[in-house]
T-cell receptor, first 115, second 113 residues
Framework: KAGVTQTPRYLIKTRGQQVTLSCSPISGHRSVSWYQQTPGQGLQFLFEYFSETQRNKGNFPGRFSGRQFSNSRSEMNVSTLELGDSALYLC??????????????FGPGTRLTVL | SQKIEQNSEALNIQEGKTATLTCNYTNYSPAYLQWYRQDPGRGPVFLLLIRENEKEKRKERLKVTFDTTLKQSLFHITASQPADSATYLCALRGKAAGNKLTFGGGTRVLVKP
């Protein structure tokens, strides 16, 4: 099975612009979560989608939004970019383990740099 | 507020020795705790999961303990190898419905030959 894929891998934008990142989960996985990772704040949860519905949301401003399509692919959008949005954006799809818990399979991430 | 803390200082260790990492949490009622490995420029990779009613879990050279009284998990890499050099993240899922997986800041491990 192919792993989680994210595009693009690298992106450079300027302040005020907007950006759209894409994620394709592992085939058969219906849940997709997005995380932001920075050296100072670590890995922070943005939102989770399941069957095209947002199921959970982290503490990020409304400039951060996402959606999920019927084929489980997901996109996240950041509008009016700020310098502090420079980060590694990670997407993960979820698998349920036999013991009832679930684990995340992460993609390679999109490195966003805002100038 | 809820907090998950890992030692932010890098752990330097000689090949063959055991590396021990700590994950402490506050204001959580955890359902389970997970450990991930992250290499530079890559996404985290799941290693082990331990439930709140479990004391210890092992997988090859890895061992995880979970003490809900101390609110702490220990992660051990025995017979460490240079290939074990990476950042290790712990993550907690709370018991409340809809609770998300929350990550600690990670500890970097450097195994020297």
């Amino acid at each position: 099975k192919a792993g989680v894929t994210q595009t693009p891998r690298y992106l450079i934008k300027t302040r005020g612009q907007q950006v759209t990142l894409s994620c394709s989960p592992i085939s058969g996985h219906r849940s997709v979560s997005w995380y932001q990772q920075t050296p100072g704040q670590g890995l922070q949860f943005l939102f989770e989608y399941f069957s095209e519905t947002q199921r959970n949301k982290g503490n990020f401003p409304g400039r951060f939004s996402g959606r999920q399509f019927s084929n489980s692919r997901s996109e996240m959008n950041v509008s009016t970019l700020e310098l502090g949005d420079s980060a590694l954006y990670l997407c993960a799809s979820k698998r349920r383990l036999p013991e009832g818990a679930d684990t995340q399979y992460f993609g390679p991430g999109t490195r966003l740099t805002v100038l | 507020s809820q907090k998950i803390e890992q030692n932010s200082e890098a752990l330097n260790i000689q090949e063959g020795k055991t590396a021990t990492l700590t994950c402490n949490y506050t204001n959580y009622s955890p359902a389970y705790l997970q450990w991930y490995r992250q290499d530079p420029g890559r996404g985290p990779v799941f290693l082990l999961l331990i439930r709140e009613n479990e004391k210890e879990k092992r997988k090859e050279r890895l061992k995880v303990t979970f003490d809900t009284t101390l609110k702490q998990s220990l992660f051990h890499i025995t017979a460490s190898q240079p290939a074990d050099s990476a950042t290790y993240l712990c993550a907690l899922r709370g018991k409340a419905a809809g609770n998300k997986l929350t990550f600690g800041g990670g500890t970097r491990v450097l195994v020297k030959p």
